[in-house]
């Protein structure tokens, strides 16, 4: 933008006032009263004719369009009050978006002093802000109802600074716990915390807010703290008066944690085992060194990295999932298999690795899968313009994009082969708004400048997985925890950003170090994590936690996912579905990709099928059709009708009432029933018909329960 | 009672707001309501409910639910669904009681006359900044050129050495000003933003204004007036085109092919038929006599905000934001296959800025563009060639035009200044304001 410094040389009277310019000064204003949101000027297409960048994000585009426009329709220089940019907010004349700007107002007077003033734009080494400070920087109320006013700063490049709480957008994250007004007041609703998101002209902040409550009678009951995590979680709890839940019995440790590790349930042989010993760290050991401990992550991965023989072909999907496989067995540690991914080169058929790069092709979804998936950070939106909630902008995106774009695929000599290999020109990634070519210039950290002759990608994988890099590590030990917590301590683990505050920050930082401590070793994350008090609590609440759902104070049940269901379901009934692509004795965990079984009960149970690198492809909610299914449907009733399977064996073994009812439990819920449970059962069996029968409704019936479809 | 009021507004307003205290009034208590809390809805451009609230008249008027005194109240209650403002907070109690009370009262009208044009012929406006220029014209017998002011055309040498007449009109913004073949007119479109929109003809021999047609509720834009001189067209922040019969002023057509802003229309060489430009990035083409679309000129591609045609070939050059002038034919095949750009005849070079003016000039030989970047382009319109470029503006430009000869151009733009420029060399050769500038002092 050249200074537009015309006009000025003509005495105006307004102009004794202080100078004004657009960025400091305006832009803030057309922000505030909402001229640039979404439904209004900054939609898309604008409105009525008059278009503005979305939230302001883009103050030189909004300037000129405020001035060129029509011939400057918007501005009269021969009666500034008469100027349409007053006249439309004043509502002195129609305004379809209503009255914005009080005639005579603060707003109204610096506007008006501007348009006097020349419309100055200002200078972007001056009037652009070096950052945003809030007082107080966070904030504690002693119970719900108390109020606290926050002020916002901003302080320029210039070095003025200025008090912007008007201007300024705050709004709260969980707006239940604590709320803002439009001044800038946060009242606490309930106990809790809460998050104050605070935004100024692509500045971006948090406050973060904690509500507590006097909670007479509340008296802290220490449980046992087995490692960090109990420690850390602990201390937030006893602050918010919230009294955790103790370790789950032996028999519920047991099944939650063999589902975590294995994706199976534990047998009735293995739970008597364990009941009978239970020795909880040698038993995750155990887990750990199983085959389908493999099976069980190498899916996960499946899913994250797209393995698809709809992006690969047969071949590929295979040996993907063999490369997958022999990653996790070996514990390959999380850095060097991110590198072995980013930076694969060659043949498909020689380094399955390359697969990584052919689900998606093009630089920018490269770009975009590799931060969401190795930094949780999702830049999708800068493709366009700024992140509206973050500090990412839109050159950002064309700078990450160029470290993809060398990365060429051509055809193999075999069928389905390709050959991942670096293109040595016409890689140039161009701004879409002036056709600039962008250079790689990593989102954080390293100033330097990449050579010219720097292997883009080798320099990349060398940033992403070094320790200094905030988000890898990080989203990382985040989206681990998630796997056995259910919940990310940031949620979701793929959208890390300053307006998604973690729910135990010194938690999530200790897991980052432990994670790095230990050279990105996963099988040592995971040991830990499940080793913890916290991860073995049970499902109850008690008065004091009954309201919490993201302090970790007790454990939240887990619908099995699509796959765990259909073992679960396999090792109840004693009948394995059959899928003609695979081996008739491959359990469902070991799936090579969302080809097999398509449309069937795993798709119904939402299995994902491998578009997006998202862990929320993957559903695990509970929906109508999946409970029809599972009272009707007919993979249900031939299973547990089978002629091989389980009831049809104990009947032909003679079995006894007791034993068999035993043996139902223990195959469907992982424990024994109880003695009322026993004689219910036991009267059910003895109340006519034939025995068989009546075993199946049985075992229909604890398949149905909560107990037996949830992880808890 | 009410006269002593009403004889109290005429003689000062301060008077009106001591006396009044206890009697409702509408220019007082009612109107600026309106005003504030719905005719962002109820105004003549979108009229929810076919209801204007802009005036008294409108709502005597009523909407389409019948006269609107007393349903507002009940709107504005909740008592009638749905309650008003739509989708906005309800208006607070004594808002509504002051409307309801004024209507318990009669319901008059107390507005008094507003206040009288300061601004005529014999006052013209007084200028503290040099105004935006969005229009420029050169008389086809190459004496005069005429330049937008507020208010006003100026008609200055053509030489830029002196102002002769200056034409006061009411519009604000005149957004093109273009002469008749024969020189004796000089037509207008333009208007005042967000109020009225304004064809003014005027006859330069008298320098009086002959017709002033109001259409829209918002700016014309880009005039042309068919080579007989008979049919003037227009743009409108309406999406209409207009044709407007030039000896009575009777709008002839209102053409709605468009989906938003028409910005610029151009007659064919024989009269027949427009080529319009529009924001929604059509160039459509229309029979003039019927009003019937014809066909699209162009591919749609960045808004459209300027067309210009050959000055005797049925070819138009149009451009706008994706800063590519683009050559077209008028005529495309009637049976188009997708993407058939066949009719394309040249992509000129792609501007650093915004395009937001075109001219062709009259010996059909040059093409300049002009943008929001601060420089002129003039191409060779056979070759593409970049011939020569005017530079010197400080900021961006929004009208050209041609001297008859060819031989020069005039610009003009934000900066307010006038600069006529060899449309070889692109020197310029005289640069001046066209406003007398006053120095303003408090």
């Known amino acids: 933008m050249k200074p537009l410094h015309l006009l000025l040389c003509i005495a105006i009277p307004a102009a004794a006032a202080e100078p004004v310019t657009f960025l400091r000064d305006v832009a803030p204003i057309l922000n505030k009263v909402g001229c640039t949101s979404g439904p209004c000027h900054g939609a898309a297409k604008g409105k009525n004719g008059f278009k503005l960048s979305l939230r302001g994000y883009d103050p030189e585009f909004n300037y000129q369009a405020l001035l060129y426009d029509l011939a400057g329709r918007r501005f009269n220089r021969a009666d500034p009050s008469q100027s349409l940019m007053l006249a439309k907010p004043a509502q002195q004349v129609p305004h379809g978006g209503g009255l914005r700007i009080e005639p005579g107002s603060g707003y109204y007077q610096t506007i008006f002093n501007w348009i006097a003033q020349g419309v100055p734009y200002g200078d972007p080494t001056k009037d652009g802000i070096a950052k945003i400070e809030m007082q107080p920087a966070s904030v504690e109320l002693a119970k719900p109802d108390e109020s606290q006013q926050i002020k916002v700063l901003a302080h320029f490049l210039d070095g003025a600074t200025r008090d912007v709480t008007k201007e300024a957008v705050i709004a709260s994250n969980i707006p239940d716990v604590a709320e803002v007004s439009n001044d800038a007041v946060v009242k606490g609703l309930r106990m809790g915390e809460a998050t104050m998101l605070v935004r100024y002209e692509g500045k971006f902040g948090t406050v973060p807010v904690t509500v507590l409550n006097p909670k007479p009678g509340f008296a802290w009951k220490a449980l046992p703290q087995n490692n960090y995590i109990d420690q850390l979680i602990d201390s937030k709890l006893k602050r918010l008066k919230i009294q955790p839940t103790a370790a789950a019995d032996d028999a519920t440790f047991l099944r939650r944690v063999t589902e975590d590790l294995t994706g199976q349930a534990p047998t009735p042989a293995e739970v008597r085992a364990f009941v009978a010993s239970p020795n909880r760290p040698a038993l995750i050991d155990n887990l750990l060194a199983r085959k389908t401990y493999v099976d069980h992550f190498t899916l996960k991965w499946g899913d994250l990295l797209q393995n698809s023989r709809k992006f690969l072909g047969d071949k590929a999907t295979w040996e993907f999932r063999e490369w997958l496989r022999d990653s996790v067995a070996s514990n390959k540690h999380y850095d060097l298999f991110v590198r072995e991914l980013l930076t694969a080169r060659g043949s498909t058929n020689d380094n399955p690795a390359a697969n990584y790069f052919r689900a998606t092709r093009d630089a920018k979804p490269t770009m975009e899968k590799t931060t969401q998936l190795f930094l949780g950070v999702r830049m999708v939106c800068t493709q366009c313009h700024d992140h509206p909630f973050e500090r990412w902008t839109q050159n950002q995106y064309y700078e990450m994009t160029s470290f993809f774009s060398t990365v060429g695929i051509r055809p193999g000599f075999e069928s389905g082969e390709e050959i991942l290999f670096d293109k040595r020109d016409d890689f140039d990634v161009h701004h879409p708004k002036d056709d600039r070519v962008m250079k790689p210039k990593f989102l954080v950290g390293s100033g330097t400048a990449l050579p010219d002759d720097a292997n883009r990608r080798q320099a990349f994988a060398e940033w992403i997985t070094s320790k200094e890099n905030p988000f890898f590590a990080k989203s990382m030990a985040n989206r681990l925890w998630s796997y056995f917590l259910g919940k990310g301590i940031i949620d979701p683990v793929d959208d890390i950003r300053a307006s998604n505050p973690p729910t135990n920050e010194p938690l999530l930082d200790a897991l980052t170090k432990d994670f790095k401590d230990h050279d990105y070793d996963l099988k040592h994350l995971i040991r830990t994590i499940v080793s913890s008090r916290v991860y073995q609590a049970g499902i109850q609440t008690n008065e004091w936690s009954a309201t919490d759902n993201i302090n970790f104070s007790h454990a939240i049940p887990r619908r099995l996912n699509a796959e765990q269901l259909m073992d679960a379901l396999t090792q109840a009934t004693g009948v394995r579905p059959d899928f003609p692509e695979v081996p008739a004795d491959t359990r469902a965990e070991e799936f090579p990709d969302p080809h097999v079984g398509k449309d069937g009960f795993l798709d119904l149970f939402g299995r994902p099928q491998r578009e997006t690198p998202a862990e929320g492809e993957r559903k695990t909610d509970l929906s109508l059709p999946q409970a029809l299914n599972l009272v009707n449907g007919k993979s249900i009733s031939d299973s547990i009708g089978g002629p091989n399977g389980r009831i049809a064996k104990a009947m032909i073994a003679g079995a006894t009432d007791k034993g068999l009812i035993e043996e139902l439990y223990l195959a469907t819920l992982s424990r024994v029933p109880s003695p009322g449970e026993l004689d219910k059962g036991i009267t059910y069996l003895r109340g006519g018909d034939t025995r068989a029968a009546r075993a199946q409704d049985l075992l229909w019936a604890l398949l149905n329960s909560k107990a037996f479809l949830y992880n808890r | ?442």
């Not at chain 2, 962002?40 to 609230?53: A, E, F, M, V, Y």
């Not at chain 2, 004496?143 to 604000?172: C, P």
């Not at chain 2, 005039?223 to 001189?229: E, L, M, W, Y």
């Not at chain 2, 210009?308 to 002038?325: A, S, T, Y």
Request: with cysteine; net charge neutral.
């Open chain 2, 1 to 442: 009672m009410r006269a002593l009021i009403l004889a109290a507004c005429a003689v000062t307003v301060a008077a009106c707001v001591v006396q009044g205290a206890e009697a409702p009034g509408f220019t007082r208590d009612v109107r600026p309501i309106l005003q504030r809390q719905c005719q962002g809805c109820h105004q003549p451009s979108s009229k929810s409910g076919n209801l204007d609230l802009t005036t008294f008249e409108g709502l005597m008027k009523g909407g389409s639910r019948g006269p609107a005194l007393p349903l507002i109240v009940k709107y504005l209650k909740g008592e009638a669904q749905p309650r008003m403002p739509l989708g906005g907070a309800a208006l607070p109690n004594d808002q509504i009681e002051a409307i309801a009370a004024w209507i318990a009262a009669g319901g008059k009208n107390d507005s008094v006359a507003t206040p009288a044009d300061t601004i005529s012929a014999e006052h013209p406006p007084t200028y503290a900044q040099p105004p935006v220029i969005s229009a420029l014209a050169f008389s086809p017998d190459g004496a005069t050129l005429a330049v937008s002011g507020y208010r006003e055309i100026l008609l200055h040498k053509a030489d830029g050495r002196g102002l002769v007449t200056r034409l006061v009109g009411l519009s604000e913004r005149l957004n093109s000003i273009v002469f008749s073949a024969d020189g004796k007119l000089l037509v207008t479109a333009g208007g005042t933003p967000a109020r009225f929109g304004e064809l003014q003809v005027w006859d330069t021999a008298t320098a009086k204004l002959v017709r002033s047609v109001m259409l829209t509720n918002d700016t014309l834009f880009g005039g042309a007036i068919s080579p007989d001189g008979k049919v003037l067209s227009a743009g409108g922040a309406d999406n209409t085109v207009r044709l407007v019969e030039t000896a009575t002023g009777k709008e002839l057509q209102k053409i709605g092919n468009h989906e938003n802003w028409v910005l610029s229309t151009v007659f064919g060489v024989d009269g027949k038929r427009v080529v319009s430009v529009s924001k929604d990035r059509a160039a459509k083409l229309t029979d003039a006599a019927s009003g019937g679309f014809l066909e699209n000129v162009n591919l749609l591609r960045g808004e459209l905000t300027s067309v210009v045609r050959h000055p005797n070939k049925d070819i138009v050059v149009m451009g706008g934001d994706e800063r590519v002038p683009y050559i077209y034919m008028m005529d495309r095949p009637k049976v188009m296959k997708t993407a058939d750009d066949s009719t394309l005849v040249r992509k000129l070079p792609r501007q650093e800025g915004l395009i937001t003016s075109l001219a062709w000039s009259p010996d059909g030989k040059r093409i300049a563009v002009a943008g929001i970047a601060p420089q002129v382009n003039i191409y060779d319109a056979d070759t593409g060639q970049a011939v020569a470029s005017c530079k010197g503006h400080t900021a961006g430009i929004y009208a050209l035009a041609f001297t008859p000869d060819s031989a020069r151009l005039a610009t003009g733009g934000f900066d307010g200044h006038v600069r006529i420029c060899n449309a070889t060399t692109g020197e310029v050769v005289q640069d001046f304001i066209p406003v007398p500038v006053a120095q303003v002092t408090k």
